[in-house]
Nanobody, 121 residues
Framework: QVQLVESGGGLVQPGESLRLSCAAS????????MNWYRQAPGKQRELVAV???????NVAGSVKGRFTISRDNAKNTMYLQMNSLEPEDTAAYYC???????????????WGQGTQVTVSS
């Protein structure tokens, strides 16, 4: 199994920055795509950013130019650098990974428990 643990959330003022981390652990053979999702109260979960195993990235239009996704494959860790935060970025942020625990086994879909980001003056 693969465990994902997010960290780095908190309460910040508009315009400030935060860096979220997602550390993967357990019986990991390989991690393919890693994603950051977020869910605000009363809203559907939305995809914020994607990064593949070779480092290709994509971010949602609402955060483009402000958020940057990255990963350290040696540490099985993914990051989300969030700059110029806005109140609309307030949400629970979730880490998601598509990973294999054995070479020939299936690719599983794993989730972290979430970390809260609140942007408020």
């Amino acid at each position: 199994q693969v465990q994902l643990v997010e960290s780095g959330g908190g309460l910040v003022q508009p315009g400030e920055s935060l860096r979220l981390s997602c550390a993967a652990s357990g019986s990991i053979f390989s991690i393919n795509v890693m994603n950051w999702y977020r869910q605000a109260p009363g809203k559907q979960r939305e995809l914020v950013a994607v990064i593949t195993s070779d480092g290709s990235t994509n971010v949602a239009g609402s955060v483009k130019g402000r958020f940057t996704i990255s990963r350290d494959n040696a540490k099985n860790t993914m990051y989300l650098q969030m700059n110029s935060l806005e109140p609309e970025d307030t949400a629970a942020y979730y880490c998601n990974a598509r990973a294999k625990v054995t070479r020939w086994g299936p690719t599983g879909d794993y989730w972290g428990q979430g970390t809260q980001v609140t942007v408020s003056s």
